[in-house]
């Protein structure tokens, strides 16, 4: 339990954002769910002696985990997500192809479908999506159609109390993807919800109170990195970074700087500008940040910074 949460809080503070932590999370959830159902499939050729398709199996399990050492700038890339999502789609149909039409094997185009819709955006990727699901639904065709004889002549020998156990595992294995799926929307949902409410949030009390109301002539300094930004803002909020050392004795200049720029209400990517930063250092001095002042990931700092300080 320790390591996966030292592995989770350096996913955390590698993302650029919660949006970005959550789709790197859930990405980790897939990877996980797609790393066992790859296993299962070994222990069901193991049961129904197909011994020559343990390896494969074995090797696609082995090649998923070792993606989740990979960076998500990595993972997240378009092109090799579809590589990805193409490759997983003919991995479908080569064996949906050699086991025959009785062991159901087209059914993991359906969890498959039900990844693509989760993994890509559908108005930017929009045309990503129409062809992974038009190629796995030609590939269905082509076995349909042609009546499973395209690879005929390397078919699987499976007796037909074997094809039922592959039919009661394929059953399970599309159940246990779609209640997968629905906890993927959940959690899309939730995320969504509470950003927006938030948001919302942050919009009514701007209106409603007068802490900010310095925040243009502020802003102006903060982003040409006027040397008299501090000065100003500690004339305009004496009190500001007493009651955040009061919290937390052990916070340093550069992220007190931070705390002051997210006080304007600024955000990642104009405090990044503001302190001659990267996004990522941005985001990993918020991360340090929540830690020291314990504000929990489904608060917003922002409003936290500006309604306690």
């Known amino acids: 339990m320790i390591i996966i949460s030292s592995f989770l809080d350096k996913k955390r503070a590698s993302a650029k954002d919660e949006m970005d932590y959550e789709k790197s999370f859930l990405f980790d959830v897939y990877t996980l769910v797609l790393t066992l159902m790859l296993l299962c499939n070994v222990v069901l050729n193991i049961i129904i002696k197909q011994y020559g398709n343990i390896l494969i199996f074995v090797a696609a399990a082995t090649f998923m985990i070792g993606t989740l050492l990979l960076p998500d700038r990595i993972r997240f890339k378009r092109t090799?997500?579809?590589?990805?999502?193409?490759?997983?789609?003919?991995?479908?149909?080569?064996?949906?192809?050699?086991?025959?039409?009785?062991?159901?094997?087209?059914?993991?185009?359906?969890?498959?479908?039900?990844?693509?819709?989760?993994?890509?955006?559908?108005?930017r990727d929009r045309w990503i999506i129409f062809f992974l699901i038009a190629t796995y639904l030609t590939w269905f065709l082509i076995n349909t159609l042609s009546d499973y004889y395209l690879f005929q002549f390397i078919g699987l020998k499976i007796n037909p109390d074997h094809q039922r156990y592959v039919r009661i595992y394929k059953i399970i294995e599309i159940t246990f993807c779609t209640f997968v799926g629905m906890y993927f929307i959940y959690r899309k949902e939730r995320m969504l919800v509470r950003y927006y409410i938030e948001k919302e949030k942050l919009n009514a009390m701007i209106q409603k109170t007068d802490k900010i109301n310095f925040s243009g002539e502020l802003y102006d300094l903060a982003m040409s990195r006027n040397s008299l930004f501090i000065t100003y803002f500690k004339s305009q909020f004496p009190e500001f970074f007493d009651n955040i050392l009061k919290v937390s004795p052990n916070m340093v200049s550069s992220e007190l700087e931070v705390c002051a720029l997210l006080k304007l209400n600024l955000s990642t990517k104009e405090i990044a500008s503001a302190t001659n930063s990267t996004i990522r250092a941005i985001e990993n001095k918020k991360y340090r940040i929540r830690r020291k002042l314990n504000i929990s990931t489904e608060t917003d700092i922002n409003i936290f910074i500006i309604s306690n300080f």
């Open 80 to 123: 090799l997500l579809s590589l990805l999502f193409f490759i997983l789609g003919l991995f479908i149909f080569y064996f949906d192809s050699i086991s025959g039409k009785d062991c159901m094997n087209y059914l993991s185009y359906v969890s498959l479908t039900i990844a693509v819709a989760f993994f890509f955006d559908y108005i």
